[in-house]
């Protein structure tokens, strides 16, 4: 859905040499405007320069609408706090990727798309052997992404059905997850059971052994695909931007999906909630002083940051972390688990929210800050927690990448810079350079 032109809006540029352009001003459903400078570098030869698109809108969007000021976050018109409690990952992933909440068939053949595409290719389970144990699972996860196009080569083509290429990845990233988990500790790779859901059936593949019966906890479960909704989407974050980035130039879902994984893997995106449970051991190991670690990070001292706090977008708390910050406490109560780095994310938390710091830069907890206390409560290792967050994000990917490749007006994504390296100079052979 494109935002159209107000006609009686426009904005006008008064530019060096005197000469005026005349923008178009484009508005959402949302009473959100923006400055249309498609047309501008043609007219002009000016072009605008934003680094880290602090600043720019790189598309129209139908998908997610984000209020950093107010701490708003809806996916299709629907409130994150209401679908955290009302629905689950599989049809907040529909709703996400078609546009609507599912009716009762719809449910129901999506759900038997995802049960029937839930195996890899048994040729794929020798890629995991080719990995050292100490493999980070991030790099596992992109590059057995990557691989299904080779399994899947119809993908190549763009008018190929894609619902059928969104359930496999929906269904087979849950496995590869899984798997590369099992593979990590050297136990045997557990097989989806078709009779369990989504997310039980992630906890069964991460944590049943062949010698005994696991029965899932329905709290673990139910807390799984609260997590896993509240990563689903978040706009054109810096992962989302990518795949949108790559699909543009006609490549695969696949490979445009796996870019997205490489993308979060970053410790200022996804890799945080990673990054938050090194920082808070880190702090426990040497003594609990965590009011020292905030006076450090507000003295920039060795460029340190509270890792979980701020956020690009949100200049207000994070409706998602004040989600998770309550699932934190239901889901260790249920476990009978007392976690001391809950309590020094806590006490941060008080500080900092008080401290003059980071309520002049609005810096409040971000989705990260809580969500990998939980992970490590319900067994899920350190460095899977990116991964965790990859598996949440995939409906919100594949939504974009939909998103656009429906959209007849889509180009390839190519920015353009301000050059500042040096004017033409001749060249001058080896034996004549001083
Ligand atoms: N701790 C301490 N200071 C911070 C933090 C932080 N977590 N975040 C921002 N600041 C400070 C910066 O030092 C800077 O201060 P200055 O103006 O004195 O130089 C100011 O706030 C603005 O920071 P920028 O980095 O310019 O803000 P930007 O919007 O580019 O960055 C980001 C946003 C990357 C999320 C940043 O807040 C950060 O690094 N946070 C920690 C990492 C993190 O939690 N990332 C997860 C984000 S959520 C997600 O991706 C799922």
Request: proline share 5%; aromatic share 10%; hydrophobic share 40%.
């Amino acid at each position: 859905m494109s935002a159209a032109a107000d006609k009686k809006l426009s904005a006008k540029l008064t530019l060096p040499d005197g000469k005026e352009a005349n923008l178009p001003v484009v508005v959402g459903t949302e009473d959100e405007h923006a400055i249309d400078i498609r047309s501008l570098r043609n007219e002009t030869g000016f072009i605008t320069i934003d680094t880290g698109y602090m600043n720019t809108g790189s598309t129209t969007s139908a998908i997610t609408y984000l209020d950093g000021e107010q701490g708003v976050l809806r996916y299709r018109g629907y409130s994150i706090e209401e679908l955290a409690e009302k629905s689950n990952f599989v049809e907040t992933s529909y709703l996400l990727i078609y546009g609507k909440l599912p009716n009762t068939q719809e449910r129901e053949q999506f759900g038997t798309m995802l049960t029937r595409h839930s195996l890899i290719h048994e040729d794929l389970h020798h890629f995991f052997a080719g990995y050292p144990p100490t493999s980070h699972p991030m790099a596992v996860l992109s590059a057995m992404v990557t691989s299904l196009s080779a399994y899947y080569p119809d993908c190549l083509d763009r008018n190929s059905p894609t619902d059928l290429h969104i359930a496999r990845l929906l269904s087979k990233v849950r496995t590869i997850a899984a798997f590369s988990y099992k593979k990590s500790i050297g136990q045997p790779l557990m097989y989806p059971k078709n009779s369990l859901k989504y997310c039980a059936n992630f906890l069964h593949m991460m944590f049943a052994v062949p010698s005994e019966e696991y029965v899932v906890s329905p709290v673990l479960e139910k807390a799984l695909n609260q997590l896993l909704i509240l990563h689903a989407d978040h706009e054109q974050n810096c992962s989302t931007s990518t795949v949108r980035m790559v699909g543009s130039s006609g490549a695969n879902v696949y490979a445009a999906i796996a870019a997205g994984i490489l993308a979060l893997w970053g410790p200022l995106h996804g890799g945080a909630n990673q990054a938050v449970i090194e920082m808070l051991e880190e702090i426990k190991l040497s003594g609990g002083d965590y009011k020292k670690f905030v006076d450090d990070v507000k003295n920039k001292r060795d460029n340190r940051r509270l890792m979980g706090f701020g956020h690009r977008v949100y200049k207000n708390y994070d409706p998602r972390a004040k989600i998770l910050k309550k699932m934190c406490d239901e889901v260790l109560a249920h476990l009978g688990i007392k976690d001391p780095l809950l309590e020094l994310a806590k006490g941060m938390e008080e500080i900092a929210l008080k401290d003059d710091y980071f309520v002049s830069k609005k810096l409040y907890p971000n989705v990260d800050f809580y969500s990998g206390i939980i992970y490590r409560a319900m067994g899920i290792p350190t460095n899977m927690f990116t991964v965790m967050f990859a598996l949440g994000r995939l409906p919100g990917w594949i939504a974009h990448w939909k998103e656009m490749v429906e959209d007849k007006d889509t180009k390839i994504g190519r920015p353009r810079q301000v050059y500042t390296g040096e004017r033409p100079r001749k060249f001058v052979p080896i034996d004549q350079r001083t």
